[in-house]
């Protein structure tokens, strides 16, 4: 019964639109997305461009279904959806939008990813999502630096080097509590070399003091020690050298 019933459905939609021509089609899409009715939406954008697979209304169903996958979070069909429409339309006017959309799409799920750092092992997270992100917003921006999605790009792309770069140093501090003072320094270590200007490193090489300190390599510790004074001179984890020769060992890290 439930077969008869999906089938008579699927009928009156096919029959509701038999005859549309592809402007009819569109208008009709843009107004269900208009609405926010993206399962109606894609769905009329996906019969506008396969009975009318050629012309301007394919095209721009191509790229309205970019925006309703993404509306919809649907990652992965967002992504296969900009990249056909990058690949089909290299000199279309709004090919921008298509990767502008493609970077959007990722950080969504880089965005998810860090709002559970506090209830997930952090050795456990994957970054990918996070540099994916960044890698389509910089296509974006170096490709079309004049792209209106361009300055809100580049806004982004600080974001995901500073979640990041949080991300690792978050990490150093979980290996830092128990114990793992090699892991401490490799992870503070690639945050400076791949973020160099990002907020979180001034904690990193406080890090960095203390598992050297605490692995008994003094020369290390001096050295990382004038680094963290060269670049962040004001640091709180400076406070008190002037008093306590092993200040470091109160800093409260952890």
């Known amino acids: 019964m439930a077969l008869l019933v999906g089938c008579s459905s699927s009928k009156q939609d096919e029959d509701k639109t038999k005859g549309w021509s592809a402007s009819k089609f569109y208008t009709e899409a843009r107004a269900e997305l208009a609405d926010g009715n993206y399962d109606k939406a894609a769905k ?3 019969q506008l461009e396969s009975r009318y697979p050629f012309g301007r209304y394919a095209q721009q169903a191509q790229l309205e279904l970019i925006y309703v996958y993404y509306k919809k979070g649907e990652t992965e069909q967002t992504l296969a959806a900009a990249d056909r429409f990058i690949r089909l339309h290299p000199n279309h006017p709004n090919v921008d939008y298509a990767q502008y959309l493609k970077g959007l799409a990722k950080f969504i799920d880089d965005r998810s990813i860090f709002k559970l750092v ?8 994957d970054p990918k999502s996070a540099r994916e992100s960044f890698e389509a917003l910089k296509v974006l921006v170096t490709r079309y630096p004049q792209s209106k999605y361009a300055e809100d790009a580049a806004a982004r792309m600080t974001y995901l080097v500073n ?3 949080s991300g690792e140093i978050h990490v150093a501090r979980y290996y830092f509590r128990r114990g793992a003072y090699v892991a401490v320094v490799n992870r503070a270590k690639y945050a400076l070399t791949n973020f160099p200007q990002a907020p979180a490193n001034e904690e990193g090489l406080a ?3 203390r598992a050297y300190n605490e692995m008994g390599m003094t020369d290390l510790r001096e050295d990382t020690l004038r680094v963290l004074e060269k670049n962040f001179p004001a640091s709180k984890y400076l406070e008190g050298r002037d008093t306590n020769p092993a200040w470091w ?3 409260k890290l952890i």
Do not use: H
């Open 207 to 209: 890090l960095m003091v």
């Open 249 to 251: 060992m109160f800093w």
């Open 118 to 125: 506090s209830s997930q092992d952090p050795t456990e997270r």
């Open 44 to 46: 009329l954008f996906e």
């Open 163 to 165: 979640s990041m770069a």
